[in-house]
């Protein structure tokens, strides 16, 4: 009988030990709720890297960038609205060559600006100064208005400008190589991507795919069903039956998906007003 008490009290006394917290893998096959993994808020983010050991967004409304350790820890931030060489007016994309240089798409203030992986300010790109030597009217600084951008295998800096609907690109120095007027059809670019070949151009309000050779050479163009969730990579954490409604839940509560980025066994996952560190399955 004493062997029976003493077994029970130190079940119990067990039993109400906390846990150390593991994280663990989401289900697929079960509805799932991402709360619990949100490490960020937002007013507007605009645009998100991965650099090695760490994870880059910016956030067009505050004007800022912020700084992210591999646990979702803020470990820096940088911005406000300016026009200084760390200050930002509507920051709308971000870039990287290795992680070592970003590019900054400071949309407001008609440039690009370069920083290192410390956020140091490297340099800037204003090609309007390139573009009226090439041609032969000239343009006013403020129709520029950088957007969306893309580093090409190459290193080329491939900027879409929101203004005149073109694609200007400079090479890794900030030397401007041309410049390539858009079909006249693309009314908005919502989404860069690339397919190992060719730079991939998504417009959601006419669902239509464009195609471009890294040097600016336009391709093609296609109807096609792509959607944010697909290419968010939630496909594998959210079940199939339940990935209609945790999407849309999603989008009502953090906005728009921006970008999802993987690192090792991590899903990055940027929403408007949101940042998401999700655990994969090794």
């Known amino acids: 009988m004493m062997v029976l008490v003493l077994y029970i009290a130190l079940v119990s006394f067990i039993g109400i030990q906390p846990e150390e917290h593991v994280w663990h893998t989401p289900v697929v096959d079960q509805p799932l709720s991402l709360e619990s ?33 591999p646990t979702g820890e803020l470990i820096n931030e940088i911005g406000g609205m300016g026009q200084g060489p760390q200050s930002f007016s509507s920051p709308s994309d971000i870039a990287t060559i290795n992680g070592l240089k970003i590019y900054v798409a400071d949309k407001a203030n008609n440039r690009v600006l370069i920083l290192d992986r410390e956020l140091n300010f490297l340099s800037q790109l204003i090609p309007i100064q390139a573009i009226d030597a090439i041609r032969s009217e000239s343009m006013e600084l403020s129709q520029w208005q950088p957007y969306k951008l893309f580093i090409t295998p190459s290193g080329d800096c491939m900027v879409w400008d929101y203004g ?3 694609m200007y690109r400079f090479n890794p120095n900030g030397t401007f190589l041309g410049e390539s007027q858009s079909p006249s059809f693309i009314s908005e670019l919502s989404w860069i991507g690339f397919d190992g070949s060719l730079l991939q151009l998504y417009d959601a309000s006419t669902k239509q795919m464009h195609t471009m050779s890294p040097n600016g050479l336009w391709m093609d163009s296609y109807h096609t ?44 996952v940027l929403f408007e007003r949101a940042l998401f560190r999700i655990p994969l399955q090794d």
């Open 37 to 69: 993994f949100k490490v960020a808020d937002f007013e507007a983010a605009s645009g998100m890297l991965h650099l090695g050991d760490r994870v880059l967004v910016s956030d067009q409304k505050t004007h800022r960038m912020y700084l992210f350790n």
């Open 225 to 268: 069903d792509w959607n944010a969730f697909q290419a968010s990579g939630l496909k594998n954490v959210i079940s199939t039956e339940e990935s209609s409604n945790e999407w849309s839940i999603l989008e009502t509560s953090h906005g728009p998906w921006i970008k999802s980025v993987t690192e090792d066994t991590t899903l990055w």
């Open 164 to 166: 005149t609907h073109a």
